[in-house]
Nanobody
Framework: QVQLVESGGGLVQAGGSLRLSCAASGRTFSMSAMGWFRQPPGKEREFVAVISWNGGNTNYADSVRGRFTISRDNAKNTVYLQMNSLKPEDTAIYYC???????????????WGQGTQVTVSS
């Protein structure tokens, strides 16, 4: 069974950067679309970014486009989220997820990590 483990979260000042990693176990990682979602305090989970199985197709939420970059290394079974120019409104628990296609809705992702906290101070 595939498991996902996020890392790289933490506390950063506004304008700073963080890189999140999501390590996957299992042999089917390279065939899966991978997404990042986040859940701000008191709000519902929302789409952040997604990448297709070979990295050829990416998509971003409007709120992060131009600041965040999703990438993957199939040899390492890892997907990354580089976050630059962070804002206080980026504060959330960030989750990676595995799906069959590069979708933007959580319901289409079937395996989730436990999440990593990102806090951006003003």
């Amino acid at each position: 069974q595939v498991q996902l483990v996020e890392s790289g979260g933490g506390l950063v000042q506004a304008g700073g950067s963080l890189r999140l990693s999501c390590a996957a176990s299992g042999r089917t990682f390279s065939m899966s679309a991978m997404g990042w979602f986040r859940q701000p305090p008191g709000k519902e989970r929302e789409f952040v970014a997604v990448i297709s199985w070979n990295g050829g197709n990416t998509n971003y939420a409007d709120s992060v486009r131009g600041r965040f970059t999703i990438s993957r290394d199939n040899a390492k079974n890892t997907v990354y989220l580089q976050m630059n120019s962070l804002k206080p409104e980026d504060t959330a628990i960030y989750y990676c997820a595995r799906g069959f296609a590069p979708a933007t809705t959580p319901d289409l992702f079937h395996t989730w990590g436990q999440g990593t906290q990102v806090t951006v101070s003003s």
